[in-house]
């Protein structure tokens, strides 16, 4: 906005403003003032155009979203970390004090939440890994070393972990705040429980389903951070923060948004030099983005069952949006075949479920 603030500009325009005698020629004592002056105030004008992204917040404008959102309540979410069981084998009475350490092969690191003790050759504990994240949601098996040994111990296992979410991205929590300011939630309106919903971890995404079961019921569809079915975890947490929250009346249903599994499998033919299993990871990056953002418009809008059928929230997974992001992978000329799910026709999604891509197949 100031980039054309330059110092020879200021300096020009300070020295054309002087009404006396003074020399002004470069050199001259009223020259070299006025210059370092202009050199300064270039360097306030620029530092105006970081005030931008403050006072009209956006994608870029970091920490300062945090403080707009905070003037409304909206604070960003944490994530959470995830959690598994462990079991122990070894000599009856080895210890392993809680705080110990395991790690994946990735180098995940997890904590022992209480300390176990091993009686009839195996003891139980429980992992909690050490930060939020959704990497941490392993799976079982993958905790293969410890960070020391303890005297009796012979061998651990790991069971699958779940429940890991990674912190609010600007770009999620920007999306509340305008949610906030341009849908007002009042009275528990539609937009009141949606708000509601997405307050609580684990929740990323909410369809609001007015008057699903007759008047005074909504239903509200939880989906996660990745618009995909929110955990068992989520859903209760969800449902338990609405019934403290809402209005009294209704009667509230809270469940996790249904699935619809997209499988894609194509042929095609490359340009010389071109791996097709970049080709395959280049198509399931772009498809898995593109199921996102039909998830996450759908789930923008409600459903009023008073005013509109369930089926009007429907939407679809387009055939030739597919056929597009294929063709527009570098390296791809041409495709002889394309199937989504088998088909060659666009899938239609519930307006209660999310698309989730389970497999993408190139030859």
Not at 127 to 141: K, R, T
Not at 196 to 214: L, P
Not at 298 to 311: I, K, W
Request: proline fraction near 4%; charge should be negative.
């Amino acid at each position: 906005m100031y980039e054309d603030m330059a110092p020879e500009k200021i300096r020009k325009r300070i020295l054309g403003r002087l009404t006396t005698d003074l020399q002004t020629r470069e050199g001259s004592f009223t020259y070299d003032i006025i210059a370092a002056a202009a050199e300064e105030i270039s360097e306030v004008y620029h530092s105006l155009d970081a005030l931008l992204p403050a006072f009209y917040v956006d994608e870029t404008s970091g920490p300062y979203i945090d403080k707009q959102a905070g003037t409304v309540g909206i604070v960003r979410k944490a994530g959470t970390a995830a959690r598994c069981a462990i079991s122990f084998t070894g000599m009856d009475g080895a210890a392993i004090p809680a705080g110990a350490v395991y790690y994946t092969a990735a180098g995940l690191a997890f904590y022992l939440e209480g300390s176990v003790t091993i009686r009839d050759g195996t003891g139980e504990g429980a992992l909690i890994a050490s930060e939020p994240g959704d990497a941490y949601n392993i799976a079982a098996g993958e905790i293969v070393t410890a960070l020391r040994n303890y005297g009796g111990v012979t061998g651990f296992s790991n069971k699958a972990a779940d429940g890991g979410a990674d912190p609010e991205t600007d770009a999620a929590l920007l999306a509340r705040y305008l949610e906030r300011m341009r849908k007002p939630a009042t009275s528990g309106n539609p937009w009141h429980y949606q708000r509601w919903a997405k307050e609580v971890e684990g929740v990323g995404a909410a369809r609001i389903i007015s008057k699903w079961n007759g008047p005074g019921t909504v239903k509200v569809i939880a989906a996660d951070q990745d618009l995909q079915p929110a955990t068992a975890a989520a859903v209760a947490a969800c449902a338990a923060h609405i019934e403290a929250e809402r209005p009294i009346g209704p009667s509230v249903t809270v469940e996790a948004a249904g699935m619809l599994e997209v499988t894609a499998a194509a042929s095609v033919t490359l340009e010389s030099g071109v791996d097709v299993s970049s080709v395959r990871a280049a198509l399931e990056e772009a498809v898995r983005v593109y199921l996102k953002s039909l998830a996450a418009a759908a789930f923008s809008g409600n459903v009023d069952l008073r005013l509109e059928t369930l089926e009007a929230g429907n939407y679809e997974v387009l055939f030739n949006r597919i056929a597009f992001l294929l063709l527009a992978i570098p390296g791809v000329l041409d495709y002889t075949s394309l199937t989504l799910n088998g088909g060659t026709g666009n899938l239609t999604v519930p307006a209660g479920s999310v698309p989730v891509l389970k497999g993408v197949t190139v030859t």
